[in-house]
């Protein structure tokens, strides 16, 4: 199944693929791409009574190491993904 996500080399990523991210200081990164939901606990709007609500959040996720991250945007936009690469 396709993720809409395409890694560096313009390639869609697919659930069941693993990824691999290079980080700036040179640590590698294989990812697990999975379709699942994860319970987080995330800050609520301001004007809400309470400070923080438990979600159920269902979508593409990347499994490493027992945690199921989201992807994520550098201070540019830039995605994660556009710097992951399909390692199988």
């Not at 990812?31 to 609500?53: C, G, I, L, Q």
Request: net charge negative.
């Amino acid at each position: 199944m396709g993720t809409g996500l395409f890694d560096k080399n313009g390639i869609e990523i697919k659930i069941g693929d693993t990824t691999r991210l290079v980080l700036d200081d040179g640590e590698i990164r294989d990812f697990h791409v999975e379709f699942k939901t994860v319970k987080r606990t995330v800050k609520s709007h301001a004007d809400f009574e309470d400070e923080f609500a438990n979600v159920n959040i269902t979508g593409v996720v990347f499994c490493w190491e027992g945690y199921d991250l989201f992807p994520c945007a550098d201070e540019n936009g830039v995605s994660d993904v556009s710097k992951m690469e399909i390692v199988r």
